[in-house]
């Protein structure tokens, strides 16, 4: 199942996994190595630290959450120039610097 396009979540700004977006939905994979550290800490109470990937036909409402909402989602739409209907794409443009403890990256860090 190859990814059309990739996030890589951090929390507490250590790299935790990957969420991907495929051609038969998402899905999210937390990092061996994130899982063997004694501090790692699940990114949701919906997604439980585990060995085996997560699959979901639409976003996972985790991520769907950190996404703005109201007024500043129209703000994200227009600036970035993506449809409020991409979720996966306004998640990878307004999610970088997240109120929480989970962030996310286009690209590895």
Request: with cysteine; net charge negative.
């Amino acid at each position: 199942m190859d990814a059309f396009r990739k996030a890589y979540v951090y929390v507490r700004n250590v790299f935790a996994g990957v969420l991907s977006e495929t051609d038969s939905g998402y899905t999210f994979s937390y990092d061996e190595d994130y899982l063997r550290l004694e501090k790692a800490s699940a990114v949701s109470l919906t997604l439980p630290l585990s060995d085996t990937p997560y699959f979901s036909g639409t976003l996972f409402p985790f991520f769907d959450g950190l996404i703005p909402e109201g007024w500043l989602l129209g703000v994200v739409s227009r600036n970035w120039k993506i449809d409020i209907k991409d979720r996966f794409g306004l998640l990878l443009v307004a999610c970088k610097d997240g109120i929480g403890n989970v962030s996310i990256s286009e690209v590895k860090k």
